[in-house]
């Protein structure tokens, strides 16, 4: 299943666009039984560990089948804990095994590794992004996944994705094809930093003699206990970031190196315990994979059961003999999958992306079973990457005969995904010289009486398109030149203003995004009328007192930062005039409250919020949120230019659809006195709602209006004011 990226991309249900897993670690599978030597990490006979090549296979099959959406799998995205304990354990042990023989640390020879094994198959798979962008995406996305496949072969993407799930302009981007690899950037980031910091380590124990078991783990413990405690605060204080950022997965990676560092101590354990800890810690995945869901906060105190699960079957196999964990783990089947499993990763997400654009629904969403067979054809290219680019050159002689050899393989890797994302932004078409703003009349066009105007029928083409599909993402009201709204992260109250301060009339501009796009008609009133205005906007966040539903929880942010914007409404005795609009149409009651319990509690708050501010002196007037289209109309109009016929969507459909006038319309009803303004008519004129209207394209990215068309509008809304305004 595909849908839009989320915000907080923890929560959404197990047919969204979820960060997927990172990518199996890069090391042999391999681990070592040893003794300690005075001063030094000894070296001892290695051994294949074939239940970590099937706790590989583990993750990939849970995130696998959570993207493909299988209900059972709603907490698959556990995976990328599964694969941070695999890392920080292969990588450190790997280590600690090479200054055991050697002494020292080669540096060079430890990234050439990395780079033979990793960067190779990346490139491919970033080289085939770029084509299948420009084949099958729409036009429209190609701007932002080319940066998207830029940071990725880079492997910062996963600071890009944490900066857009709290940024406005990107709420309604739909998932990126290279979305996956922030779990990649993650692993670089850890494989660039994790052996610098073990030679400081050693450095420290060589000059005051210290145990160098301790120092290791003190080592571990200063950067792995702190990233805990961060990654609890700011899963709760900042989900969407917390999911993404390096900070907050280290402890993860440490689990598994200090693993690594008590290694020697395991094979100690009695067999029994060897048992209950596989079985137990591979229960504890599967727990997690199938209790975990879209409300759970992640990462936190959450991906302690996966993760310590992980390290529970990771121990139990040092004791060197099978144990009932390896019945599943240490099979043909696991291994296989294990070994396929890193080409299988970059590539089944690709291919899901470009599944939902072709065969997905109106909303993008792509059924289960197509998911499932895409998933499991993405078992063919993921073959022909190992067999041809990952195992031939990961085994080149001469590159690990030399590996400084490797740099130059590196680099020429890393150019070919900064090439592809090159030729990706270079693809994307100009706009044409004829879409001139000015020209365009949008709503003008329209009479006293649009539902009979033949200008507000849908027609199939128009001589021109302003915004163009292309210009609309950025087409976003603005309060002279401001954003003027905060993000859905954060409580701070914070406001614009514009206008004479001394003004007759001041007017407070309130709600979430759907009120911000009403900016630019506002200002245009205001320079007429000679208004102040004052804006107290936030993404997400209605004007209520009560928990909105966010994503399937409580949006704690709006809950604090509303309390303070309700207060200041209230006793700012300068506002003469508070003007809402949202797309919220319920509240939050509980994980087992009904839509229809929620949607009531969201009417009475509304109602009692309304009318505690005309109490208070204020008057209230609430602007009905526009249609919501069942289809992205922006994306359609770039894929249909000459039939915009196949953008339009139902009167019928936009009615059930309403997004807040859901709940608008009925606590207007309840309230007393509270004046309402209604354009609907303008924006969707007849049976069928046009995706262009006047040359002007009505829609932007999901149901927001564009900048030029609400422009286009402001006569109507004038008009609507002034007949309500007391």
Known sequence: ?????????????????????????????????????????????????????????????????????????????????????????????????????????????????????????????????????????????????????????????????????????????????????????????????????????????RRFHLSITRVLLGGIAAIGIPSLIWSIYLTETSPGPAYFVSTTRLWELAVGAALAIIAHRLPRLPVAWAHALGAGGLAAIVVAVVAYDSGTPFPGTAALLPTLGAAAVIAAGTVGRRTLADLVLDTSVMRDIGTLSYSLYLWHWPLLIAAAVMWGGDDGTLPVATGVVVVGFSVVPAWLTYRLVEAPIHHAKLLVRLPGWAAVLGVGCTAIGVAAAMLVSQAVPQPPSYAVTSQAQGAAVLDDEPDEDPDGEVVDSVEYITPTALEAPDDVARLDGELCISDIEGTDLESCTYGPADAEITVAIVGDSKMHQWLTAFQQIADERGWHLVTYLKSGCPLITGDVVFEDAPNEDCTAYNEARYDTLRTDDAIDYVITSQVASRAYLGPDASDAEQSDAMIDDMVGVWEGLEEAGRQVVVMIDNPNPSIDVMECVAEHPDELGECAFSRDDRERKGGGAAAQLPALERADGISSVDLRDYICPGEACPAVIGNVLVYRRGSHLTATYVSTLTPRLDEALMEVMR
Do not use: C, K
């Open 1 to 205: 299943m595909i849908t839009r990226r989320s915000r907080n991309p923890m929560h959404q249900s197990s047919t969204t666009a979820v960060p997927p897993v990172p990518p199996p670690p890069p090391t042999s599978a391999t681990a070592r039984p040893r003794t300690r030597a005075a001063g030094r990490l000894p070296a001892d006979a290695q051994r294949f560990r074939g239940d970590i090549q099937g706790l590989r296979a583990v993750a990939v099959i849970a995130v696998l089948g959570f993207h493909a959406g299988l209900p059972f799998m709603s907490g698959g995205f556990v995976g990328v804990d599964v694969f941070f304990v695999i890392s920080g354990f292969l990588i450190t042990g790997l280590i600690d095994r090479e200054i055991g023989r050697t002494g020292r640390l080669s540096l060079t020879r430890f990234w050439a590794r990395r780079v033979r094994r990793l960067l190779p198959a990346t490139a491919v798979v970033l080289a085939a992004v770029a084509v299948i962008t420009m084949v099958v995406l729409p036009v429209t996305r190609w701007a932002s996944i080319a940066w998207d496949i830029a940071t990725s072969a880079l492997y910062v993407v996963n600071w890009r994705l944490a900066d857009q799930s709290v940024n406005y302009l990107a709420s309604d981007d739909a998932p990126s094809p290279v979305q996956h690899f922030w779990s990649l950037a993650v692993e670089e980031q850890f494989y660039l930093v994790w052996p610098l910091l073990i030679l400081v380590l050693l450095w420290l124990q």
